[in-house]
């Protein structure tokens, strides 16, 4: 069996500063991991997605990811957060054994403020 | 490719009546899944297709549910009759196990039963 949590259900950060959104999964099995993003009225676009090759993950709009097994997280990471970042991220865990069954996080809803 | 698209983004009907929700994958995908995200429940699965057949209809709520997918192009979600609970996004999603099994997604149908 597999799940996500995301440990925080909304993050609130200053324009310019850093992001930090936190994902920690479990699988029995070899995971694929994304993260998405939904922003208010849209549908789910990919930000990036680690599947067995190196361990840091950039995506696009800046964002990076880094896999750590011994911690089992997969958090998400941005240097400067822009005010067009402010939405919905949802961080997900694929099993290589049944590449499937999708299981999301409940989602961490970023504020930016000016 | 325009991507996963779907039709209608909006639908707004009375209690008892039947809904169908349209959907077109991304050319050369042969996975689709469609969801269903409440605020409630978040995100769920409720139906996938692996070159067009049914493989897991766990996710479907019941038998007011039903879902076909007669070609490669070209999906269907209905709800006969449809009921207040119904109310809820429904997205579409494509993939492809050539490009790592990432889900691509459609932005949604915004459901309002009366």
Redesign the interface.
Known sequence: AQSVTQLDSHVSVSEGTPVLLRCNYSSSYSP?L?W?VQHP??????LL?Y?SAATLVKGINGFEAEFKKSETSFHLTKPSAHMSDAAEY?CVV?STYN??D?R?G??TRLTVKP | DAG?IQSPRHEVTEMGQEVTLRCKPISGHD?L?WYRQTMMR??E?LI?F?NNVP??DSGMPEDRFSAKMPNASFSTLKIQPSEPRDSAVY?C?SSS?TD?????????T?LTVL
Do not use: E
Not at chain 1, 41 to 46: I, R, S, V
């Open positions: 694929s994304f998405y009225n849209k549908g789910l676009q990919l997605k599947t949802f694929i590449n499937n999708m999301f409940a989602g | 996963v996975y899944f978040g995100l699965l996938y692996n493989i897991d997205f999603a196990w790592g099994d990432t889900q691509y997604f459609g932005p949604g915004r």
